[in-house]
């Protein structure tokens, strides 16, 4: 079994500035939603916790290590699960991008593709979660694991080819409200 949420919230997120691979530390909210996961999850026998190698992660994984049944479980970093470099974007807040830059976002929020600005092509992008995600899979089902990510991975792989062996779980008070559960599907 595989857990996956997006890390807590944090200042950046709160102030509506685009963060990509940039670092930003969790405000209390944040927190508070990364002890709720923790909560959710302590009776699911998890035995890993994965993060990107963004800090942001790292302190949600960490605030999930301070509840009882995750003390000693191990908090392993991996670099292919980090948000996509938005190149020019990052630091910047999204209403002074859409006002500058109007063409950067599509209708549906994401970023247009056709807009270098150094941003990370959605194809590479994709490719690489999708690539980390089946390595985690082969992982996790001998041993349950919780991904701590970012909010353009969980995008990635909802629609990948593994998105349809991702489970929505509602938890209120986790980031989004929501868990993610990756199974085999059978």
Not at 41 to 56: A, G, M, P, V, Y
Not at 59 to 85: D, I, M, T, W
Not at 97 to 108: G, L
Request: aromatic share 8%; glycine share 8%.
């Amino acid at each position: 079994m595989l857990w996956i949420t997006r890390h807590g919230q944090t200042h950046a997120n709160e102030k509506g500035i685009v963060q990509g691979s940039q670092n930003s530390a969790l405000n209390s909210y944040g927190v508070s939603q990364m002890l709720t996961v923790a909560e959710r999850l302590s009776n699911e026998q998890i035995k890993t916790i994965i993060t990107s190698s963004l800090f942001r992660t790292i302190e949600s994984g960490l605030v999930v290590k301070k509840h009882p049944s995750f003390s000693f479980v191990p908090l392993y970093q991996c670099q292919a699960l980090s948000e996509r470099n938005l190149g020019l974007l990052e630091g910047l807040p999204k209403k002074v991008i859409m006002y500058n830059w109007p063409q950067v976002y599509v209708q549906d929020g994401s970023v247009n593709p056709r807009v270098a600005l150094g941003i990370e092509a959605e194809w590479v992008f994709r490719f690489r979660i999708e690539s980390i995600f089946m390595a985690l899979v082969k992982k996790s089902f001998k041993d349950p694991s919780l991904v701590i990510a970012h909010k353009g991975v969980l995008h990635a792989l909802l629609a990948s080819s593994l998105g349809n062996l991702v489970v929505s779980v509602e938890a209120a008070g986790c980031p989004d409200n929501c868990l993610y559960q990756l199974t085999t599907g059978g």
